[in-house]
């Protein structure tokens, strides 16, 4: 007898796997870096976050492998049980010094991003609230916004006079604004000091999610310094597995905000602590992010002279000056056609679609690492140059 239950998601499998949506997992074979094996084959990778080359650094390895000697392999609790050591402790406050979002800012650490998101937005906003959300707000950012309870307002994209419309349409008792600061799939930046004055002129928060920014942008201090704010109503979220090139991600904002976090924060409270020893290799990867100059110069030129040789190709490229370099196909089976190119020709960037992306906006996430050489970047425009005419026949 057949077992209906299973019939049912056999059905809509087949219905995502039938309209382009069924995604597969590769498995990578080899440490990060621009050379991988992906499913047993040796490719050019123009995939990851590890934008700084930091996740094979050595130094940051060699951190986490005397950290796990000396804390051990896991935290063994919640932070708020036993699982909070002094690597911990050392990275909260490193990190919120070297971010600043506002005078005397705390750092706290999560075990990942989306954990950080989900304590954010429900610890400061509830039932008779409003978060505002740009419509290409990561999904996480989303989630906790739906799990807050609170009224979920979305604006259209980058769009500042449709949110203070929004913002002041709104009857809600506290406000929250919720921004990607450096976009994730498009690689723009939010219009950030003009978020903080409407902020400042609707006494909202402001939520600033630099997954893309931090190590990146302002010096390495993300986004928030790129553009030179500070104030008591950001609430930073850096994340440590994309530049940083570890795990986690952490808060810096006002002390209030990070001592709520702890109380209020249910993604906090009831998860294990991150392992202490990637918190010691958090430390050495601020080491090289601090003093990573030159690998943010090397990054720009290599940016640099993608834009300049995509100047020649039928694409046009988004307005994105970070690592994330999208090429936007329209249709699913046009970006999966030009990925498999690709593929075909030794170089692996993923092709993304709907859901991840609004429908009609399929496309190639091209990201680039300051690991990345110039041969690469000319390895990648010689393949996307042949690659053409795949393209066109789907088309
Ligand atoms: C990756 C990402 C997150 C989630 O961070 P994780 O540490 O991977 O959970 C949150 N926001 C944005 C914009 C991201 O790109």
Known sequence: ???????????????RREAGLHRTRRTIDTAPGPRIVVDGRDVLAFASNDYLGLASDPAVVEAARVGALRWGAGAGASHLVCGHLTPHAQAEAALAEFVRPCEGARGLLFSTGYHANLAIVTALAGRGDAVFVDRLDHACLYDGAFLSRAEVIRYPHGDVAALAGRLAASTAQRK???????????????????????????????????????????????????????????????????AAGVAGAFVAAHPAVIETLVQAGRSYIYTTAQPAMLACAILASLLAIRDGHARRARLARTIGRFRAGVATLPWTLLPSATPIQPLVLGEA?????????????????????PPTVPQGTARLRVSFSAAHTDDDVDALLAALAEAVWACRAVR
């Open 333 to 353: 089976a046009a970006a999966v056609a030009l990925s498999q190119a690709l593929w075909d020709r030794g170089i692996f960037v993923p092709a993304i679609r």
């Open 1 to 15: 007898m057949g077992n209906a239950l299973i019939e049912v998601l056999e059905r809509a499998l087949a219905a």
């Open 176 to 242: 929250l604004i919720a921004t990607d600061a450096v976009f994730s799939m498009d690689g723009d930046l939010a219009p950030l000091p003009a978020l903080l004055e409407l902020a400042r002129a609707h006494d909202a928060w402001l939520v600033v999610d630099d997954a893309h920014g931090f190590g990146v942008l302002g010096e390495g201090r993300g986004s928030v310094a790129h553009f030179g704010l500070a104030d008591e109503r950001i609430v930073y979220m850096g994340t440590l597995g994309k």
